[in-house]
């Protein structure tokens, strides 16, 4: 398994339903941050939290870090199509001062 | 603050071409940038780490030679791909990481490849 797992693969809802993608990690880290990819485009930056941190929120987003079991989860409230787009985690560890390793990725699918 | 500009967004050229994309720290000083290149579908996957001043770092089966990295400035790193192929083909993303500002790093909007 490589560092920064995702699950699930793809997740298919309907507008107006929550989202939860989790990330699960193997090694110590610095913070890790959720990143959204809409097809064929760059990175967004959604949320960075620390290994200090529980818990962060942006908006309709809410970012859970839970350093002994090594996962973290994104939630999206109240979803829109709008929000179609694959989701990363990406973890920056102690050592590596700022070298990120991404997840496989959530295919999220908000049906209209 | 903490924007990172690469250019192109998206380039085609022809097999045995070089291209070269660069990315830029616009409102901050990075010591360290990163490169990552993407398939389709599929997730980034770190190249090199480039250090402002010195030698790039590559990470296991990437090509050194084909794949060129200078950190000329502060603010400034160049990727170049030597002799395209179609299989270099992908989507190239770089990060910055701010000067005295600990680990975090910010991702440019990446950089769409086609090679012909």
């Known amino acids: 398994s490589q560092q920064g797992e995702e699950d699930p693969q793809a997740l298919s809802i309907q507008e107006g339903e929550n989202a939860t993608m989790n990330c699960s990690y193997k090694?110590?880290?610095?913070?890790l941050q959720w990143y959204r990819q809409n097809s064929g485009r760059g990175l967004v930056h959604l949320i960075l939290?620390?290994?200090?941190?529980r818990e962060k929120h942006s908006g309709r987003l809410r970012v859970t870090l839970d350093t002994s079991k090594k996962s973290s989860s994104l939630l999206i409230t109240a979803s829109r199509a709008a929000d179609t787009a694959s989701y990363f985690c990406a973890t920056a560890l102690n050592t590596n001062a700022g070298k990120s390793t991404f997840g496989d990725g959530t295919t999220l699918t908000v049906k209209p | 603050g903490a924007v990172v500009s690469q250019h192109p967004s998206r380039v085609i050229c022809k097999s045995g071409t070089s291209v070269k994309i660069e990315c830029r720290s616009l409102d901050f000083q990075a010591t360290t940038m990163f490169w990552y290149r993407q398939f389709p579908k599929q997730s980034l996957m770190l190249m090199a780490t480039?250090?402002?001043?010195?030698?790039?770092?590559?990470e296991q089966g990437v090509e050194k030679d084909k794949f060129l990295i200078n950190h000329a400035s502060l603010t400034l790193s160049t990727l170049t791909v030597t002799s395209a192929h179609p299989e270099d083909s992908s989507f190239y993303i770089c990060?910055?990481?701010?000067?005295?500002?600990?680990?975090?790093?910010?991702f440019g909007q990446g950089t769409r490849l086609t090679v012909v």
């Open positions: 990060s910055a990481r701010p000067r005295g500002r600990g680990v975090e790093a910010f």
């Open positions: 090694t110590s880290i610095n913070n």
């Open positions: 480039s250090n402002e001043g010195s030698k790039a770092t590559y």
């Open positions: 939290i620390r290994s200090n941190e």
